[in-house]
């Protein structure tokens, strides 16, 4: 299990004079909880954005499972296996919470248009092993209650685990969380943080967060970095980091 | 110079003269894209207006007599370019306005309708048949060169709209650069959210760039009403589109592109017409617009988008 | 009150400014020399009559906006019955409305057969463009190229090779569909309205191409004597041409003109009962589910591993099939085409229905397609107002109505 499943390597990203993420290193290894910390603004965000596609970086490699992900679509890399959240939910949220969960999932279907027509065997059966994924998934989050349910008319925290099972419904190796506990009440925020670990432990696949609930980041995870305006501060276990003198300079300003 | 490089001499001058009113028309569709991303529609029906308008006064001027032409010029100008302007700033009230914040596709539709319905007004009030005016401004400033078979002229027309074009883009490039409302407008064009916060009226900034479009609309549509010398209610269709592709292939929400690309496509245009049938010159223009899009959407001088997740 | 009377002044300046020259003046011809005419009196009363009129209405804009609110709006989706209900009258109301569909020509005017033939082929259109503009959200102003496409596909497929009108029909769709695919292609890519822009010039170039190809379009004369459809080989018409037979013969019944233009209506039933499944099947296939959540957050769709070119593209390639589907058969209902069919103004009537049936809408866009072709027929006075109305038309539902006036309401995936 020593193997990378995510190696990033001087991830720089520039908008026109903006250094926004300047050097960044990373590296996530299967079945494992990885933090990224650090100030408002620091870059975290574009980060994940590069990381899925959104941005495309200005330098740097992102290789997943030993290939290159630089450079391809945002389409194309959750394909692969690297799948997000963002931190504003965006949800589909006129459709229902079974519909988002197999919207999520079209790439599993059978997208042949004649066969939707004839309702072939092979359709049928997408069609049902999606089902199964995604009633599976509404149950692992607690929703399957309010599986006909619009997802726009969830309570805010269910919109957020919604989000989650939506894409755990892809079948992801990667898991990339943006501030999932932002909003959450003490008890949804200890939910979540189950989620996490159960995810990790159980569904065996690996998770990079984006947090700022430090309570949170230093109980789950398996490694940390903490980034500041866009360059990377300090790596290492939770205890390191939070005994770094340079991150506790970052949070709290010089003084 | 032989015979071929004098006739593609003079394509070169007709095709500068046509492609400067279409960069006057351009600039009305990048700065409304500019500020509230979104293409104004009815902007070619107000061109079309904005003929109509000139037409109406020069021909009531003429009538009456004892004008000098340039004053009945300067004077259509400017009743052609406060009436287009009042145009320009109902469009904006009446189908924008309303629907800021709603869905996109709505404002489209709003839009399609409002320029469906200028069209259809016109051909009402004014007839859907061609007008013509007889030649007002004729004769040539220079010979460039001349062989037998015929001769390579820039003629007073085309100087007037040289000018006129060259005058006007000066003026407006001032106004952006230097005055309070100039810098307002690039303000919005560079967050519009953020301007409205700074307290500064953004609603009036948005009509204000409706009403500097429609004026310039205006103003070609005086130039090449009588440059051409016939118009009817239908022509604001093809010209709308041509000025649209002329801002898209010098980079739509660039001021400098629209002129660039008004220039660049009234030359192509008026090569095609020269070299091939003359119909195929607006198919060119359309296929000129794909091949942008295909390759390089954010035009010439265009900066790309990024887009905020 | 004083702020709402400054208001007023203002409008009502403004629309003075609007109306003096373009409706208080007046360009004409005399001779060879262009004049101009001052409005009579009474266009001059109305003008006046209009200023008065956004005088007041800036004036009490407030109390009006307050009146306007009060106006129930009539909520057509709660006419259907209840869920239980519904599923047990619907296959008999649909039976119903068949069975009424297939008798209603006999017992009615050559002429209302024609008419409701014309407003079915509308109806094609409208549930064609409504896949792209109310399911997929891509607003298509040139959707009538298509309609054209198909009508030439099968015009020239006729003429020059023979074939004939049932071949033709998926030859058309799919031909319609591949130019829907090579300009949607470089377009979907890019914003919304770039789409707009460049279909609208799509048409017009289709257009002038049929015009300007003389040598294979015939250019502005057309194309006449186009071939009727045939019912399994047998012609409707009064002698049968060489190696055939006609429908009258073969039934042994007199020869009527009518059966013609009967036997078009029905098989324009029958076209568009098979648009309506298949838009049917769609809606409930992970395409349909697709068109919406990328209607809903492109962003979220991306992050998901969905396509959004190829998900637009294939919305936009199914319209575009649809109208390639209606050209043909209008191709053959005329039996004569021309490049005056296809104009923009066409685009314009069929975005209209979709915009007033509701976007996304089956039902509604069918009832708009209706009221659309009927009501220009009723009101033949009124001809030269028709696209006034409707650019007016456009303006005002997007304003007070969006929706259109049958909300759509996609068929939701439920578990049971």
Known sequence: MSQLLLDVNELTMRFGGLLAVNKVNLSVKHRQIVSIIGPNGAGKTTVFNCLSGFYIPTDGSIMFNGQQLAGLKDFQISRKGLVRTFQHVRLFSKMTVIENMLVAQHRHLNTNLFAGMLKTPSYRRLEKEAMDRAIYWLEEVNLLQHANRAAGNLAYGQQRKLEIARCMSTQPQLLLLDEPAAGLNPNETKELDQLIVRLRDEHEISILLIEHDMGLVMGISDHIYVIAQGTPLADGKPDEVKQNPDVIKAYLGES | ?309 | MRGSLYNAIFAAGITLVLACLMLGVRLGAEGTTLTVYGAGADRWEWILAGVGLVFLSQLFSTQLGRLSSRIPRPDLGALKPQDATWKVIKPWLLAALVVGLLVWPFMVSRGAVDLATLTLIYIMLGLGLNIVVGLAGLLDLGYVAFYAVGAYTYALLSEYFGFSFWACLPIAALLAAAFGFILGFPVLRLRGDYLAIVTLGFGEMIRILLNNWTSITGGPNGISGIEKPTLFGLEFSRRASEGTQTFHEFFGIDYSSGQKVIFLYLIAVLLVIVVIYLINRLMRMPIGRAWEALREDEIACRSLGLNRTVIKLSAFTLGASTAGFAGCFFAARQGFISPESFIFIESAIILAIVVLGGMGSQIGVILAAIVMTVLPELAREFSDYRMLMFGLLMVVMMRWRPEGLVPMKRPHLELK
């Open chain 2, 1 to 309: 110079m032989t015979e071929a490089s004098l006739y593609l001499l003079q394509q070169i001058i007709n095709g500068l003269t046509i492609g400067s009113t279409y960069a006057l028309i351009a600039i009305g569709y990048t700065m409304v894209y500019g500020i509230i991303g979104m293409i104004n529609f009815a902007h070619g029906e107000i061109y079309m207006i904005g003929s109509y308008v000139s037409f109406i006064v020069i021909t009531g001027l003429l009538a009456m007599g004892s004008f000098a032409l340039p004053l009945v010029l300067f004077i259509a100008l400017l009743v052609a370019m406060l009436i287009a302007s009042t145009y320009g700033w109902t469009v904006e009230r009446v189908a924008y306005r309303p629907l800021r914040g709603s869905n996109r596709l709505i404002a489209l539709i709003s839009a399609i309708g409002m320029s469906i319905f200028l069209q259809n007004y016109v051909a009402l009030s004014q007839g859907s048949r061609d007008v013509a005016l007889a030649p007002l401004i004729s004769g040539s400033v220079l010979e460039l060169g001349s062989l037998e078979t015929f001769e390579v002229t820039l003629s007073w027309m085309q100087l007037l709209i040289w000018v006129v074009t060259l005058v006007t883009m000066t003026a407006l490039t001032l106004f952006i650069s230097r005055s309070r409302m100039g810098r307002a407008c690039r303000a919005c064009a560079e967050d519009l959210g953020m301007t409205n916060l700074l307290g500064i009226d953004t609603n009036r900034i948005i009509s204000l760039t409706f009403v500097i479009g429609a004026a310039l609309a205006a103003i070609a549509g005086l130039l090449l009403g009588l440059y051409y010398g016939v118009i009817n209610p239908f022509i604001g269709f093809m010209a709308g589109l041509k000025a649209f592709t002329a801002a898209v292939l010098g980079g739509i929400g660039s001021i400098p592109g629209a002129m660039l690309g008004g220039l660049i496509l009234g030359v192509t245009e008026a090569l095609t017409a020269a070299y091939f049938p003359s119909e195929y010159k607006d198919v060119v223009a359309f296929g000129l617009l794909v091949t942008i899009l295909l390759f390089r959407p954010t035009g010439i001088l265009g900066k790309p988008e990024v887009e905020k997740v």
